[in-house]
């Protein structure tokens, strides 16, 4: 079993910079994809970017590509997303997930993170 916290949202302006945490505890974390989804208001939840266990394939939704960076210390059992160049439109509730492989399909995570808010002012 895995235990999910994420942390870092906050309020930024258009064009700034915001890092995310995710804290794991649990055994399997380590051999564990990990994805960072987002859910704005009205909107399904969506995959931002993946990550495999070792960090060597990484998926990004066509939206940040560029913009964004996840990656992930096992030693540490943390995970990050490095959000740069913040749009209006990246405003959500963003959640950190584990499963078996890294993939866009929320229902192949098993694990889920409470979310954190991300507002991004125009």
């Known amino acids: 079993q895995v235990q999910l916290v994420e942390s870092g949202g906050g309020l930024v302006q258009a064009g700034g910079s915001l890092s995310l945490s995710c804290a794991a505890s649990?055994?399997?974390?380590?051999?564990?994809?990990m994805g960072w989804f987002r859910q704005a208001p009205g909107k399904e939840r969506a995959l931002v970017a993946a990550i495999s266990w070792n960090g060597d394939i990484t998926y990004y939704a066509d939206s940040v590509k560029g913009r964004f960076t996840v990656s992930r210390d096992n030693a540490k059992n943390m995970v990050y997303l490095q959000m740069t160049s913040l749009k209006p439109e990246d405003t959500a509730v963003y959640y950190c997930?584990?499963?078996?492989?890294?993939?866009?399909?929320?229902?192949?995570?098993?694990?889920w993170g409470q979310g954190t808010q991300v507002t991004v002012s125009s």
């Open positions: 997930a584990a499963g078996p492989v890294p993939t866009a399909t929320p229902t192949m995570y098993h694990y």
């Open positions: 649990g055994r399997t974390f380590s051999s564990s994809a």
